[in-house]
């Protein structure tokens, strides 16, 4: 089946550096990936939809100066959390659709800021 | 607006226990339901899904179906395994060919031999 590989799957960081991740579609071209976070005990929130060769499109109350969404490619779409602070720390995760078929995640990347 | 209520774990069975976890929605219009597994270090794999009211999900012995009329779809598995622990996503979207997720906060299930 297709799969969606997200790198790192952890990652620490210093408060005040920037940190990115990269989710990949391996076999299939995606034009649209979206991005989730999930803090502890709660759901896994839609963040933003990375929209390739375009803007990506955010959820309310997501700062698109925080989290910057490249999707330069048909296989590679980028988050960047700029400036990470503590409470920037949390598991993120990707999907992209293939279609005709449904949304296939990546691995997540656990992020901690100290 | 759209949501997904599951029961919170962890849950722990002995091997070959029948396995229920809860869930309820609440959205607007006919949404699409979805169960997700992730296994430890693994990302979310789709586990089954239900597109239409009284449709009834099924993979590797677990089952789930559609009820519009108590807004569940509850996960069921008659006999657990301890390759089944994982933790368990219900998720929904607005429908087919659409794929924004609205998840559950997931279940931990740990099963032991």
């Known amino acids: 089946g297709a799969v969606v590989s997200q790198h790192p799957s952890r990652v620490i960081c210093k408060s005040g550096t920037s940190v990115k991740i990269e989710c990949r579609s391996l076999d299939f071209q995606a034009t649209t990936m979206f991005w989730y976070r999930q803090f502890p005990k709660q759901s896994l929130m839609l963040m933003a939809t990375?929209?390739?060769?375009?803007?990506?499109?955010?959820e309310q109350g997501v700062e698109k100066d925080k989290f910057l969404i490249n999707h330069a490619s048909l296989t590679l779409s980028t988050l960047t959390v700029t400036s990470a602070h503590p409470e920037d720390s949390s598991f993120y995760i990707c999907?992209?659709?293939?279609?005709?078929?449904?949304?296939?995640f990546g691995q997540g990347t656990r992020l901690t800021v100290v | 607006g759209n949501s997904v209520t599951q029961m919170e774990g962890p849950v722990t069975l002995s091997e070959e226990a029948f396995l229920t976890i809860n869930c309820t929605y609440t959205a607007t219009g006919y949404p699409s339901l979805f169960w997700y597994v992730q296994y430890p270090g693994e990302g979310l794999q789709l586990l089954l899904k239900?597109?239409?009211?009284?449709d009834k999900g099924s993979n590797k012995g677990f089952e789930a179906t559609y009820r519009k009329e108590t807004t569940s779809f509850h996960l069921e598995k008659g006999s657990v395994q301890v390759s089944d622990s994982a933790v368990y996503f219900c998720a929904l979207t607005q429908g087919p060919g659409t794929y924004k997720y609205i998840f559950g906060t997931g279940t931990r299930l740990k099963v032991l031999a």
């Open positions: 990375s929209n390739e060769g375009s803007k990506a499109t955010y």
């Open positions: 239900a597109t239409k009211a009284d």
């Open positions: 999907s992209a659709p293939e279609v005709g078929n449904e949304a296939f």
